[in-house]
């Protein structure tokens, strides 16, 4: 449910910049832009934001647009098919706040090909 709040703690809505680790597993990995999408055990779940052209065209991405977590002002897209969890204070520093639009946009395919609640 989408809930940012200017309290200094990341919510549902906002952009947090955190370390991702790589797919492989082998410790390397990339700080990078997170869409929060909710919590879950304490921990909070977010989508990993890329801004690369070709993901416009891939089905396990949906663009939320452009922001100022993105230097160039790029459109970017939120990855569906991988949630990361993470702690709170992992997060390096909040990037933005998605307009509830956007947000919705995201929950809706998370809700539609997911069954999230």
Avoid: C, N
């Amino acid at each position: 449910m989408y809930a940012p709040r200017p309290d200094g703690a990341a919510d549902p809505g906002e952009v947090v910049w955190a370390w991702v680790p790589y797919e492989e597993g082998d410790g390397r990995g990339k700080d990078r832009p997170l869409l929060v999408v909710g919590r879950a055990r304490g921990r909070l779940l977010g989508l990993m934001l890329s801004s690369r052209p070709e993901h416009a065209t891939d089905r396990q991405w949906v663009s939320v647009g452009s922001g100022t977590w993105d230097r160039q002002g790029r459109e970017s897209f939120a990855r569906l098919d991988r949630v990361l969890e993470f702690r709170e204070d992992a997060i390096r520093r909040e990037g933005a706040v998605l307009s509830a639009a956007r947000f919705d946009r995201v929950a809706d395919e998370l809700r539609t090909r997911f069954g999230w609640s």
